[in-house]
């Protein structure tokens, strides 16, 4: 069945560094679409980029990701880290060929920003 | 602009308890789903439903039973609660030319 790995945990990083989570995947779909949840603290998840077109860059509030099929992968990545980033980070699959909406979701990563 | 509810925000229960949570959304939706969310395992599926009256169990749904009564409401109840467990419930729905939109979800405390 599809899967979503996301390797790192957690992630800690001080303010103004550079930002990557890693996410790969497996489908024997063609046309699976990738998404990058973000989860504040005591908020809803939101949807943060999404995408389906390979080697096409993504980007949405300085974040941005490349869906790269060849290698199934969908890393998020962001410029210089800001305090405010800090929060729960999912990698997310769904195959919409299939006429299924059920996404499948990596186990998350938090990402840490201190000053 | 749709919103999901869910309610309660916080359940604390006793073990052996039969514990429900309720969903609800306003984005005239087909599909609803209940995860649970556990640090380090990400959200896993519980049970989902496709439409009014339709159940279709996810890869953890032993323990938990669902119902969507109508296409807007769609509860999840815990049938004995374990004691000291404690998660985080979400519910979230979508259709076919929209992402999830999830709900702000349940904490549960079981003591």
């Known amino acids: 069945g599809d899967s979503v790995t996301q390797k790192e945990g957690l992630v800690t990083l001080t303010e103004g560094l550079p930002v990557m989570l890693n996410c790969t995947y497996q489908?024997?779909?063609?046309?699976?679409?990738l998404f990058w949840y973000v989860h504040y603290l005591n908020e809803s998840p939101r949807l943060l980029l999404k995408?389906?077109?390979?080697?096409k860059r993504t980007e949405h509030q300085g974040f941005h990701a490349t869906l790269h099929k060849s290698s199934s992968s969908f890393h998020l990545q962001k410029s210089s880290a800001q305090l405010s980033d800090s929060a729960l980070y999912y990698c997310?699959?769904?195959?919409?060929?299939?006429?299924?909406?059920?996404?499948?979701f990596g186990a998350g990563t938090r990402l840490k920003v201190i000053a | 602009g749709g919103i999901i509810t869910q309610t309660p925000k916080f359940l604390i229960g006793q073990e052996g308890q039969k514990l429900t949570l309720k969903c609800q959304q306003n984005?005239?939706?087909?599909?609803m789903y209940w995860y649970r969310q556990d640090s380090g395992k990400g959200l896993r599926l519980i049970y989902y439903?496709?439409?009014?009256?339709?159940?279709q169990k996810g890869d953890l749904s032993e323990g938990y039973d669902a119902s969507r009564e109508k296409k807007s409401s769609f509860s999840l109840t815990v049938t004995s609660a374990q004691k000291n467990e404690m998660a985080v419930f979400l519910c979230?729905?979508?259709?076919?030319?929209?992402?999830?939109?999830f709900g702000s979800g349940t904490r549960l405390l079981v003591i």
């Open positions: 997310a699959l769904s195959d919409q060929n299939t006429g299924n909406y059920k996404y499948v």
């Open positions: 984005f005239n939706h087909d599909t």
């Open positions: 979230a729905s979508t259709d076919r030319d929209s992402d999830y939109t």
């Open positions: 489908t024997i779909y063609s046309n699976a679409f």
């Open positions: 439903s496709i439409t009014e009256n339709d159940l």
């Open positions: 995408s389906s077109t390979d080697n």
